[in-house]
Every structure is written in structure tokens, then in C-alpha cells.
């Protein structure tokens, strides 16, 4: 299979520093790249082959005020990133387990990593950041998500949100009290259910896709989400070949919206013979529901305030 791909972050119009950061890590060339290691993509992360250990994608939002919302995002792509690769001896990923797996006990040991440093560090007290990350192996494209950060699958002229939001207004819209509409305005709608190193424990949700040729991931934090609506993300994509340009575009039209938070992209292209055709633009997800003990008693707060 073949991987065509792009990720840029983008401080916005309105705050003074990036609190959002991405990580591209390709296992067998044994190839990484944080949004900390500048704009300048490996070469060799632009268009490669996958290889047999797979690929995985990070994008993580940080929140918490001051710098420590950089520090907690930076804390969560590189703690998943020297997990994954076996930084940590003691505790990392079992070579043999699937690839999701050690997503998701990555991410885990990530929310214990970044809630350890703010009960440490007074500087970095309530900080957390939210984690949408994405295994990719063989044609199956697992989704691990923490927050509300976003995945989307475009399948030909079809876009569909592959994530769901771990929100107050994605659990109000899902028993029926205010509808998609109303969410987007609600005065709730920064408040997350859940977040990297808000609380000592974290439930990563998960999601598995089957691949098919000429599928296209798109990852992003809500600074980009809160502005585009999914149809506005298909057109400038579909209308963009390359996948740089198309971010370019994704993020001037996200400030062209006014730009108040951070912005922040991964663009992916499936393609290759090891790929079935699409039977049709229909995309199916495997997406279980919200944990039932997510409440607003364990909610977190986006920061609202320009900084």
C-alpha cells in the first residue's frame, strides 16, 4: 500500500503560541515527525510504501493556560511516540501485540505521564490535551480518540466523520436534547469529557475502518473542526490534488473564519493494488458509544481566551 502524505499546525489569528501538535511515526523505517521538529516534512514521509509494522498519526490539542498546554501536548505525541518505538523498556508495547493496541496502551501511559507532571509542577497544574490518533496496518485503519479532536474518512465525493466528539454537546445531541444544529452555537461546547492528563485514568475509544484504494484521512484539532463543516473540508480537499496545498487552504479558510484557536492538519492518501476498490462511496465505521460513566461531573474545559 502506498501513503501519500502531509500534516501542518498553524498558531491562528488571535493566540500567541501553538498548545496543538502532531506526530507521524512510520515503524518500519523506524521514521518520525512532531509538529516541536519544525514545518519541513522528512522527504521520506511525503509518499512511501507502508511497511509491515504499519503507520501511525497523532494529532493532540493541549489546553490548560501559560505554556502548559504545549507541554501537554508535546508530552502526549512524544510519550505515545517513544512508547510505541520502545523508549521505555520497562513499560513499552509488545512487539506481538496489534498496533492498535499499543495505541491505545500508549495512549494510556501518555494520561498517566502528563497527569504526573501536573501534580508535580505547579506551572503545569490542569493542564491536559485531547488525543486523536490513527493505526494504520495491512487495509485496517483503527482510530483511538480522547476528546474532541476530529478524524474524517473521504471516499471518493463522500466525507464522513470517523470520530465521535467526547463532549457535553455530542452526549446532549445523542439523547436528543439539542440537535447537530444547535451544538455547533451551544455555549457548552468547548467542554470535553475527557482529556489526556485530567484525571489519573482515561478510557481511549476506538474505531476500525477497512481501507479501500484512493481513501484519504484527514485528522485535525478543532481549531480547524469548529470552523469548516464537513462539506466545506470535501470540497477544498477534493479540489486540491496536492495534499500540501489542500492543507494550506484547509488552514487560510479556517482563519479566514477568524482563526481564534490553534490549527492544526494531517492529510493521508491511500492508494496501491494491495487495496480493494470501493463497491460504493458508502463508509463504514466500527464506532462503539460513549462509556456510559462519562458525565459532566468528569468534564474539562477548552480555554476560550485568546492568549
Sequence with gaps: MNVELHAKSDVGRVRRGNEDNFLVLELSRETTWTGSDGTAAPKELADFELGEKGLVLVVSDGMGGA?????????????????????????????????????????????????????????????????????????????????????YIIRKDQIRLATKDQSLVQQLVDVGQISEAEAETHMFRNVILQALGAQGDVTPVTGRIRLRRGDMLLLCSDGLSGKLRSEDIQNIVSSNEDLSTACDELIAEANNRGGEDNITVILARFSGDELEEPDTDRITIELPPLEEDMTLDDSYEHDTEPR
Excluded: W
Design 67 to 151: 505554556l502548559a498546554g504545549d507541554v501537554a501536548s508535546r508530552m502526549a505525541v512524544d510519550s505515545v511516540r517513544d512508547m510505541i518505538m520502545g523508549g521505555n523498556s520497562e513499560d513499552g508495547c509488545d512487539p506481538e501485540a496489534p498496533l492498535v493496541e499499543c495505541l491505545k496502551h500508549a495512549t494510556v501511559y501518555a494520561n498517566h505521564a502528563i497527569h504526573n507532571r501536573s501534580q508535580e509542577d505547579s506551572r503545569c497544574a490542569g493542564m491536559g490535551a485531547t488525543f486523536t490518533g490513527a493505526a494504520i496496518h495491512k487495509d485496517f485503519l483503527d482510530l483511538v480518540q480522547v476528546g474532541d479532536s476530529r478524524g
